[in-house]
């Protein structure tokens, strides 16, 4: 066959490089994706629970605010508050920056949302209670430890979200790098008849911590609370007593109920051995904040980074805070809502709850092995 013309063979030869250039772009693209993919930027966050009308932001929080069921209500007629457990009003029930920058320590199933900056995980570890023991004051001393990521406000899954699922709950988890925990802390957990079961069937392997106190002072700081909030609650001794002149304890109000810490421990071990779980002194977190810190940081496994020269002990609080960290203007204290004055107890109120609370305290020291000094 002769040779085309230059001009011929031009058009021949343009007219081929078109019919592949669709071709060779589409190998651009899924070349592109490809690579992507593989360095986590295609990443997506998983999809809402059937069934479930929520759309998530890229944080995983809902954009549908918390329904009135998740808040606190007061009973019929007594001024008590029915989810008295909780520990304090979530500013959310959703992470912030705030809580991203938190600390944490755990893990439960090895499954994790993948990208440049770590992996959400189950929690490894949860402070499950107890309300008013120092929960608050031990999740913001384990924040200076930097292998410890934890959400700052309380999921309550296992209490009032479980319905929402697994995926729901490590959604809400800080993002973790290898090396690190991550932790939750929950207070009402601890007094929960079905947050032990739901743990176990989360990882059995999930290391609980309970902060205690005295359960009388516990009792008081729970009413003080509750009195802040509502000035018009009936007073302590009027609540404490079913009957004043018989001296009978009403154990349903929930502030003395938390307080019988053996009832809610054989609830717990019916799933957990005791290895799994740490008890940490209320009291000795305010009077030697290092030294229970150093047991918890071992009990997680973790170098004991948290020591003396962290603490300060404030005279106006009352209680520890944290010394100012380097890049920061002040020291870090817990907030307005701790360390409140207790209104003053008339004395055969409180001869009477400790009565009642030995039988219950010394159980306690025997099933946990440890005297906590409460008589």
């Known amino acids: 066959m002769g040779c085309c013309s230059w001009s011929a063979c031009f058009h021949l030869g343009f007219w081929k490089a078109q019919s592949k ?56 007629h007594s001024g008590r ?5 909780v520990e304090e009003p979530a500013r959310t ?47 913001e001393f384990l924040r200076i430890h930097p292998d410890v990521r934890a959400v700052g406000a309380e999921p309550h899954f296992f209490d009032r979200n479980y319905e929402r ?41 999930t290391k609980l911590i309970v902060v205690v106190r005295n359960p009388v002072t516990r009792a008081i700081s729970d009413y003080t609370q509750t009195l802040s909030k509502n000035p018009g609650v009936p007073s302590f001794q009027m609540l404490t007593f079913k009957n004043i002149s ?36 209320g009291e000795r977190l305010v009077s030697d904040p290092a030294g229970e810190m150093g047991r918890v940081q071992d009990f997680l496994g973790l170098k004991r980074v948290i020591t003396d020269k962290h603490f300060y002990f404030n005279e106006t609080k009352g209680f520890p805070c944290l010394k100012k960290p380097e890049g920061s203007s002040r020291p870090r204290c817990l907030g307005k809502s701790k360390g409140r004055t207790h209104p003053k107890i008339d004395m055969e109120v409180v001869l009477r709850l400790k009565e009642f609370y030995r039988p219950f305290n010394l159980k306690f020291y025997q099933m946990t092995g440890h005297d906590f000094g409460w008589e």
């Not at 690579?35 to 997506?44: D, K, M, P």
């Not at 508050?81 to 457990?85: F, L």
């Not at 090895?110 to 004051?137: D, E, H, L």
Request: hydrophobic content about 35%; some cysteine.
């Open 21 to 76: 250039a669709p071709l060779f772009l589409t190998m651009i693209i899924v070349f592109t994706y490809f690579v992507y993919c593989l360095t986590g930027y295609c990443e997506t966050m998983p999809s809402p629970i059937p069934g479930s009308p929520e759309r998530r932001d890229t944080r995983g929080g809902s954009r549908n605010p918390p329904t009135p069921a998740d808040k606190p209500k007061l009973d019929d």
């Open 165 to 205: 699922g697994l995926d729901w709950y490590r959604n809400l988890m800080p993002r973790t790098l290898e090396g690190q925990i991550t932790m939750e802390k929950t207070p009402s957990y601890f007094v929960t008849k079905e947050a032990p079961k739901r743990i176990f069937s989360m990882s059995k392997d």
């Open 246 to 281: 018989t001296g009978l304890i009403d154990t349903s109000w929930s502030a003395i109920r938390i307080g019988i810490y053996a009832k809610h421990l054989e609830n717990w071990l019916q799933y957990f051995p005791l290895s799994k779980i740490l008890f940490v002194s």
């Open 93 to 139: 029930l959703y992470p912030t920056s705030e809580d991203e920058a938190a600390a944490g320590g755990g893990g439960g199933w090895n499954i994790s949302v993948f990208n440049n900056f770590g992996s959400k995980k189950f929690p490894q570890a949860v402070i499950i209670g107890v309300k008013k023991g120092g929960t608050r004051a031990l999740l």
């Open 81 to 85: 508050y029915q989810r008295a457990e």
